[in-house]
Nanobody, 115 residues
Framework: QVQLVESGGGLVQAGGSLRLSCAASRSIFSINAMGWYRQAPGKQRELVAGLTNGRSTNYADSVKGRFTISRDNAKNTVYLQMNSLKPEDTAVYYC?????????WGQGTQVTVSS
């Protein structure tokens, strides 16, 4: 099993930055893929950024050039650096992991961008 604990959400003005952290309960070397999803009120959960064990990354078109996903293997932590935030980025952000073909989710962290 994998436990995921997110942190770093909050309230920020448009144009500002936040960094989300996702700490995993096991070595991220053993995790097939990790990523960040978000869900805004009344909308479906969507992939924001993904990172495979092979270190390839992918991003939603809406965040390309503004968000960066990265990892710190020593801390078993994945980050999402979010710059140039927009009000439409407001959502609950969830950390996700695929381990041994099972999906694991964090509890979510709220990001609110004011205009």
């Amino acid at each position: 099993q994998v436990q995921l604990v997110e942190s770093g959400g909050g309230l920020v003005q448009a144009g500002g930055s936040l960094r989300l952290s996702c700490a995993a309960s096991r070595s991220i070397f053993s995790i097939n893929a990790m990523g960040w999803y978000r869900q805004a009120p009344g909308k479906q959960r969507e992939l924001v950024a993904g990172l495979t064990n092979g270190r390839s990354t992918n991003y939603a078109d809406s965040v390309k050039g503004r968000f960066t996903i990265s990892r710190d293997n020593a801390k078993n932590t994945v980050y999402l650096q979010m710059n140039s935030l927009k009000p439409e980025d407001t959502a609950v952000y969830y950390c996700h992991a695929i381990y041994l073909q099972y999906d694991y989710w964090g509890q979510g962290t709220q990001v609110t961008v004011s205009s």
